[in-house]
T-cell receptor
Framework: ELKVEQNPLFLSMQEGKNYTIYCNYSTTSDRLYWYRQDPGKSLESLFVLLSNGAVKQEGRLMASLDTKARLSTLHITAAVHDLSATYFCAVEDYGGSQGNLIFGKGTKLSVKP | ETGVTQTPRHLVMGMTNKKSLKCEQHLGHNAMYWYKQSAKKPLELMFV???????ENNSVPSRFSPECPNSSHLFLHLHTLQPEDSALYLC????????????FGPGTRLLVL
């Protein structure tokens, strides 16, 4: 059974600082997604990582995937308040339910002035 | 309308009521999904429909009954729910089942009294 763990679950950081969110998963997969959710809103797709070593960047966010370590990171550079949200990673399950996404619990990020 | 829409956005119902949630996608996708998002739990997949055919039922109680009349519309019929069913119910769609980014609707916030 594929399990996805994110850490930290809560992150309070100051504007201008850098930080990394980690996403570990338990079984083989080569497709990982990062989503953002604002309070009371739906999930917005940020990145899809398709292969080992994949790196994607958008603004102050950069995501990477290491399929051998079963680890993805979401790096935040020089955080600003607008990045405050909950970030989810989701891994595509190739086990019993091909095509289904298994989500982590989410990391609630709060960026303070 | 663009993207994935859901109605109603908020719903309060008693345990003996029957209600339905509606989802519509305007993206020309072939797969649609229902998810449940509860506080302190990861996003849980409930049902998957691919080309109108149900491909996944993730051990969901029978008080939740999905219906997919065509590839653009998805319903979740609710009857005799329990207070623990209170949650945010999210609909999503993707071009195909698996190997494709899922796009989420705004969700229906359900409260069962």
């Amino acid at each position: 059974e594929l399990k996805v763990e994110q850490n930290p679950l809560f992150l309070s950081m100051q504007e201008g600082k850098n930080y990394t969110i980690y996403c570990n998963y338990s079984t083989t997969s080569d497709r990982l997604y990062w989503y953002r959710q604002d309070p009371g809103k739906s999930l917005e797709s940020l990145f899809v990582l398709l292969s080992n070593g994949a790196v994607k960047q958008e603004g102050r966010l950069m995501a990477s995937l290491d399929t051998k370590a079963r680890l993805s990171t979401l790096h935040i550079t020089a955080a600003v308040h607008d990045l405050s949200a909950t970030y989810f990673c989701a891994v595509e399950d190739y086990g019993g339910s091909q095509g289904n996404l298994i989500f982590g619990k989410g990391t609630k990020l709060s960026v303070k002035p | 309308e663009t993207g994935v829409t859901q109605t109603p956005r908020h719903l309060v119902m008693g345990m003996t009521n029957k209600k339905s949630l509606k989802c519509e996608q305007h993206l020309g996708h072939n797969a649609m999904y229902w998810y449940k998002q509860s506080a302190k739990k990861p996003l849980e997949l409930m049902f998957v429909y691919n080309f109108k055919e149900q491909t996944e039922n993730n051990s969901v109680p029978s008080r939740f009954s999905p219906e997919c009349p065509n590839s653009s519309h998805l319903f979740l019929h609710l009857h005799t729910l329990q207070p623990e069913d209170s949650a945010l119910y999210l609909c999503a769609s993707s071009q195909d089942w698996g190997r494709a980014t899922q796009y989420f609707g705004p969700g229906t916030r359900l409260l069962v009294l």
